[in-house]
């Protein structure tokens, strides 16, 4: 296994832990409820929590991304959501649970901001899809796990069991990127050139602004309809929620074949015709999975696995496209802007959501056919956005000024 391979499988594993985690804290919220006695408004920090913490320290690990060693601060990052994630399995109060959680944020920021730099600067542009079809895996995968671990885990030993399960794996991840991470040459700053100033160049380049806008646009076509996908089978469609399980399963085994392929099909074809080709298909699930009327348990699955195939599979094409977008030499603190655009956007969408969808006397989702409407607008507007984005691998790096 050559180096790019060894730290292409090494970052699926960081991210495909980093989702479990997260799947596990929504899977045990009721147990956590009761257990530590909260309300509705402490639970919305906890899941929240990550996101804010995350969005404030993101600036200060892009700047380094593209100034220090990118393995170390990898390595650094796990740790820290290593510790975190064991410290969510040992708290006996609110308080700690959510230091916990803003801490995850931390490491996250810190890993999250070179990874994806990582793998663009280990991979050539014509295998680069192939490369992220593998890494984002790990969020089909990994959600569907911790749903699973979660309730396992949750039944068997107690709600924090399954967080120092994962903890121990992250602490594996973390002393194997120490030991046998490669040193992926990038190219970096010199010091000739102001942190900050060079930062904000970053993030008012053009060409980085409109790969911004339509990563903001992604979000906002998935996240609007994903995070109320489980209540909307569960409690419109029908399916018993011991059958849940069985949705995130197919999905992610399904997910976990065909990214794989839409990679190698982006890396053939082109991804901007690749991405516009799976958005299209895309529409047909949010809207079926938005309308869906009562359903057996195999079109349930059918209808889920097929939403979990296009819509979060339009990823692959897309975050080529846009880590293609990033002036070389500015690729980390880049990424790290577009991670934290990722976040607003998921954000943005679940607000929106929530203002719009509503329950009826029976407890039944209302007006969730009007957020797949909107999810496939912002599709729609975001097919017709990537051909705005320009690829700038080729170009040498320098700093970050002027148009693109």
């Not at 849940?244 to 082109?270: E, H, M, S």
Request: with cysteine; aromatic share 12%.
């Amino acid at each position: 296994m050559n180096a790019s391979t060894r730290l292409l499988w090494l970052l699926f594993a960081v991210n495909l832990f980093n989702y479990i985690d997260r799947q596990i804290l929504f899977s045990v919220f009721p147990a956590v409820k009761i257990d530590l006695a909260l309300t509705d408004t402490q639970l919305g920090l906890l899941a929240s929590a990550f996101m804010w913490v995350y969005l404030s320290v993101a600036p200060v690990f892009g700047v380094l991304a593209d100034r220090r060693s990118r393995p170390r601060l990898m390595g650094l990052g796990v740790g820290i959501w290593s510790a975190a994630t064991a410290l969510s399995g040992m708290v006996r109060s609110y308080g700690q649970l959510l230091f916990g959680r803003a801490l995850v944020g931390v490491g996250e920021a810190s890993y999250g901001s070179v990874a994806p730099a990582m793998l663009s600067d280990a991979f050539e542009p014509e295998h680069r899809g192939r490369a992220l079809a593998v890494f984002s895996m790990a969020i089909p995968v990994g959600s569907a796990l911790g749903y699973l671990l979660g309730g396992l885990f949750e039944r068997a030993f107690g709600w924090r069991a399954a967080f120092v399960l994962v903890a121990l794996l992250g602490v594996a991840c973390a002393v194997a990127a120490r030991r046998t991470l490669p040193q992926v040459a990038h190219a970096g700053r010199d010091g000739r050139h102001a942190a900050w100033p060079d930062f904000l160049r970053t993030l008012t380049f053009p060409n980085h602004l409109r790969a911004f806008l339509f990563t903001f646009l992604m979000m906002l076509s998935g996240f609007t309809v994903i995070p109320y996908v489980s209540l909307y089978v569960t409690l419109n469609i029908g399916l018993p929620e011991r059958d849940l399980p069985l949705v995130y399963l197919a999905g992610g085994v399904a997910t976990f074949f065909t990214a794989r392929w839409i990679g190698r099909w982006a890396d053939r074809a082109g991804k901007r015709r690749v991405y516009r080709r799976i958005a299209w298909i895309s529409i047909a699930p949010l809207i079926a999975i938005t309308h869906a009327p009562g359903l057996p348990l195999l079109a349930v699955l059918a209808l889920t696995t097929l939403f979990f195939v296009f819509v979060p599979g339009r990823m692959v094409p897309a975050m080529a496209v846009v880590t293609s977008a990033a002036r070389p030499g500015a690729r980390g603190a880049f990424m790290t802007l577009n991670s934290a655009v990722m976040q607003v956007g998921s954000g943005v969408a679940a607000t929106i959501t929530g203002a719009i969808v509503e329950r009826d006397a029976s407890g039944a989702l209302t007006h969730y056919n009007w957020v797949g409407y909107a999810a496939v607008a912002a599709t729609v507007v975001a097919i017709f956005w990537v051909g705005a984005i320009r690829s700038l691998d080729t170009i040498p790096a320098k700093p970050v000024t002027g148009e693109a």
